[in-house]
């Protein structure tokens, strides 16, 4: 069992940045693959990034693609989200996801335990 709490959303401005983390408890943290996802008002959770055990392996959607980076620190049972160059359609809330598979996984579907999610809200 994972519990992951998100923290460090709020209010942005257009080509700033903010930076999200995910506090993850258990000890078995490090096996785990770990995404991203935001889901905007009236529209499903999508897929925002995601990174695999060893944390070599990134995969980013093309949206976010170049202004975001995910991170962890398996040492800390952490996991971030840096978040530059805002737009005002990065508006949503944010979700960390963790999966019993090490490897990256896109879809919301192959992840077994989810935060409460943190609200980011950039504004133009």
């Known amino acids: 069992q994972v519990q992951l709490v998100e923290s460090g959303g709020g209010l942005g401005q257009t080509g700033g940045s903010l930076r999200l983390s995910c506090a993850a408890s258990?000890?078995?943290?490090?096996?785990?693959?770990m995404g991203w996802f935001r889901q905007a008002p009236g529209k499903d959770r999508e897929f925002v990034a995601a990174i695999s055990r060893y944390s070599g392996d990134t995969y980013y959607a093309d949206s976010v693609k170049g202004r975001f980076t995910i991170s962890r620190d398996n040492a800390k049972n952490m996991v971030a989200l840096q978040m530059n160059k805002l737009k005002p359609e990065d508006t949503a809330v944010y979700y960390c996801?963790?999966?019993?598979?090490?490897?990256?996984?896109?879809?919301?579907?192959?992840?077994?335990?989810w935060g409460q999610g943190t609200q980011v809200t950039v504004s133009s």
């Open positions: 258990g000890r078995t943290f490090r096996y785990y693959g």
């Open positions: 996801a963790a999966r019993g598979d090490p490897r990256i996984a896109t879809g919301v579907i192959w992840y077994d335990y």
